[in-house]
């Protein structure tokens, strides 16, 4: 496909730390093919830093962000390409018309979230879309200069303000292989999702404060009318006590995790750790091999 396109093309490869026999494979391509560059990560930084490191060391004057998996369709790149040169967006994102293979909790919980995270987010993110998108240069340059560690891609290039048009599509179902993104990847994501775009958690835990206070002042109100009343009844007792504790311990318990959360970032922002270590990077048109002997 990339020989019958009227533009040149790179083909930049991440290994997040694979342990199987992909970068011997990735090393055999970019010797047959001088469009091939490969960064190589020390260990697994997770999908989000791969994803950084690609547009960190992309170097044309836009770039596609697509899975190895090939479930998002290449041969929709040249129609976003089109799309991006016929109108003054500088991002083209795919849209998913339809999801197959993937289960209906799966569906359903990702629907879920979005919207949610919509509902508490300052920046409306669009539906049904993932890491799959053409950006324009300028996009590039202005994600790369974004100094925080902790990212949530798919929210930082509508945070950017850039003009943005969707591409629809159906996305296929796996062709082979396991999905390397399970329950607890995904709740990670979600958090970090979450955590990054918005604090209404922290206003939701305040209003929550606030509503057990008044809930508290009825209960100190109901208890003292019922004691001097002959037509409550009441059973002195631990019920009652320890169900208030139960209850308000709770929420105390969520707001120190919400708080926790945000100052976990914060400490991880303040350590100043890279993203990510590359162990090699082999450059397009090299006709280098990843030397790892001593």
């Known amino acids: 496909m990339a020989d019958q396109v009227p533009w040149q093309s790179e ?34 930084f997770g999908h989000q830093a791969a994803v950084s490191a690609g547009l960190h060391f992309a170097k044309g004057d836009a770039a596609v962000i697509i899975d190895a998996d090939l479930q998002d369709p290449p041969e929709i790149i040249p129609d976003m390409v089109k799309k991006w040169n016929e109108s003054d967006a500088r991002i083209v994102f795919g849209r998913r018309r ?29 539906l049904n879309t993932g890491d799959f998108r053409l950006l324009d240069r300028m996009v590039i340059d202005a994600f790369n200069a974004l100094p925080e560690r902790n990212k949530y891609i798919r929210g930082l290039f509508p945070w950017l303000g850039y003009k943005a048009v969707p591409l629809e599509y159906d996305r296929d179902a796996r062709y082979s292989g396991t999905t ?37 002042l ?27 504790i139960v209850f308000f311990s709770g929420i105390q318990l969520v707001s120190m995790g919400l708080l926790g959360a945000y100052i ?3 400490f991880d922002e303040v350590k100043g750790r890279p993203e990510y270590v590359v162990e090699a990077y082999l450059e397009a048109g090299d006709r280098d091999t990843i030397d790892k002997t001593p």
């Not at 930049?12 to 090393?27: A, H, M, N």
């Not at 919207?115 to 993110?125: F, G, Q």
């Open 180 to 216: 390397k993104y399970p329950l607890g990847k995904m709740l990670k994501l979600a958090g970090d999702g979450m955590f990054s775009f918005s604090r209404k958690p922290l206003r939701i835990a305040t209003f929550i404060g606030i509503v057990n206070i008044v809930v508290s």
């Open 218 to 244: 009825a209960l100190v109100v109901y208890v003292f009318v019922a004691y001097f009343s002959k037509s409550i009844m009441t059973v002195p007792g631990w019920a009652s006590t320890l169900l208030v």
């Open 11 to 44: 083909f930049l490869f991440i290994d997040d730390g694979s342990r199987d026999k992909t970068l011997p494979l990735l090393e055999r391509l970019h010797l047959a093919d001088q469009r091939i560059s490969i960064v190589s990560f020390t260990r697994n």
């Open 264 to 266: 976990g970032r914060i």
């Open 98 to 126: 339809k999801r197959k293979g993937e289960s209906l909790v799966k569906t359903g919980t990702a629907r879920a979230f979005y919207r949610v995270l919509n509902r508490l987010s300052e920046i409306p993110l669009p």
